[in-house]
């Protein structure tokens, strides 16, 4: 039986990560446009024991190599393999940020990922922690903001720094294992706004250096929660403490494995799992009595059971999550609905009156409140046309499958109907509400 290693992949030409047996692997490492297919199958036959003829090799490129779009075809073309397109991936992705600039960015951060640096800045994260969690405690902090609420609009502008630090530390991290880190950009993710970096040629380093890529985001949340605290100490700016304390929940926000998150990342590389989530189908297959799956079996034991257990945890919480989402889009469409209209009103009357930047203002928030519904609607009729046009290839040739899948849709429509329908109103959420 193969099992999977997680240093099989190769990286195609538009940047997908291909993961590749090892016999694949091997003669795509070997292809170099030079070589014949007599030269390739000797190369082969020595690395891996086996004994591999030109003519294998000659059908394993022509065969999977080239339409993977791995090699090249005879022509020199590259095949236009099908994008992927995972399950709750970042979509609508916009690139703000060259690679040049960011390759300059990550020239000023880079020193912050050596040894020693690291080790201090745990030692001192533990310190701070202590002091703030044990001893001097949250309450006046929050005191602060609560008799200053003007505050928060300068608290939330210094967590979009520690989020766009958190991307660099991701560029950072890449770049200091040997890696190239690419563009950063913007998307939706799920049903918010969201930074991104391109770090995929992070996929071509060891297991350390993925894990190091995975885990840098999370540490500059760290840094910088440790730069806040250092300016309250020579301040005695207590709100401070709050952006402390709001950066440890980003952190521990980042470090659940269920979302595409970076907890989600770190558990594929320390499982050597490209795509968790395309390994779903094939282990709820495989545990059922009597059914096998290639794909679940090729895993190691240990892999197979902590692929297991993640999914155990998983369909809940997704459960869970697209379940409130669904019940709630009424109320939340409705409230988003309402609040656009008073922003609408505002922006008017700050054009119309000259004030400019009042009008700016809101035009923005209108766009901010714009986008979680957007995502929201793209998040869900995506998950639904995924589910039912698996159902439908899934009950083909089969009547009562058929049956069962058209079944399941209406009752599904009918359900939303009456949730999203219950008395023919949408009601923005009131002051006094507590659900």
């Known amino acids: ?17 291909v ?15 030079r070589r014949t297919y007599d ?57 703000l940020v060259p690679e040049r600039v960011v390759r300059s960015v990550t020239t000023i951060f880079y020193p912050f990922f ?34 200053n609420p003007v505050l928060l609009f300068g608290l939330l502008g210094l967590v979009v720094v520690g989020t766009a630090l958190h991307e660099i530390g991701h560029a950072t991290a890449a770049r200091y294992g ?11 993710y799920v049903v918010w706004p969201a930074f ?25 949340n760290a840094l910088f929660a440790l730069g806040t605290a250092g300016v309250y100490f020579l301040t005695g700016f207590e709100p401070l403490l709050i952006l402390v304390l709001v950066q440890h929940f980003q952190i521990l926000q980042q470090l659940l494995p269920f979302l595409r998150l970076d907890g989600y990342y770190i558990l594929s590389d320390l499982t050597g799992v490209p795509d968790l989530f395309a390994r779903i189908k094939p282990t709820l297959k495989s545990l059922l009595p009597g059914k096998k799956d290639d794909r679940a079996e090729a895993l190691k034991p240990w892999v197979r059971a902590t692929v297991v257990a993640w999914i155990v945890l998983l369909i809940p919480v997704l459960l869970l999550t697209f379940g409130v989402l669904i019940v709630n889009a009424p109320r939340i469409f409705a ?68 049956l069962g899948v058209i079944s399941g849709t209406a009752g599904i429509l009918a359900l939303l109907g009456f949730v999203w329908y219950p008395n023919g109103e949408y009601r923005p959420i009131q002051r006094d509400e507590r659900a």
């Open 114 to 147: 050596f040894p020693p640096v690291i080790v201090a800045a745990v030692v001192a994260l533990v310190a701070v922690d202590i002091w703030m969690f044990f001893f001097h405690g949250i309450a006046q902090a929050a005191r602060s903001l609560v008799y």
């Open 19 to 33: 993961q590749l047996p090892a016999l694949l692997y091997l003669v795509a490492e070997n292809v170099d446009g």
């Open 196 to 220: 991104y970096t391109d770090v995929t040629d992070a996929y071509r380093l060891g297991r350390g250096g993925r894990l190091r890529t995975d885990l840098g985001g999370i540490y500059f």
């Open 335 to 402: 409230t988003a609905y309402d609040s656009f209209l008073v922003h609408w009103d505002k922006a008017s009357d700050g054009f119309g009156s000259g004030a400019t930047g009042r009008g700016a203002l809101s035009t923005v928030q209108m766009v901010t409140l714009a986008l979680p519904a957007v995502g929201m609607t793209l998040s869900m009729s995506r998950a639904g046309s995924r589910a039912f046009v698996g159902g439908w290839r899934w009950s083909e040739g089969a009547p009562i499958r058929r």
């Open 39 to 95: 030269e390739i199958a000797a190369r082969v036959t020595e690395a891996s024991g086996r004994g591999v003829a030109a003519e294998d090799v000659k059908f394993l490129i022509e065969e999977k190599l080239v339409p993977l779009g791995i090699v090249a075809g005879a022509d020199g073309k590259q095949a236009a393999a099908q994008k992927a397109d995972p399950f709750l991936a970042l979509k609508f992705k916009v690139a």
């Open 1 to 17: 039986m193969h099992e999977v290693d997680q240093e099989l992949r190769a990286r195609r030409a538009d940047g997908q990560i």
């Open 178 to 188: 040997g890696a190239k880190p690419g563009v950063m950009g913007a998307g939706i």
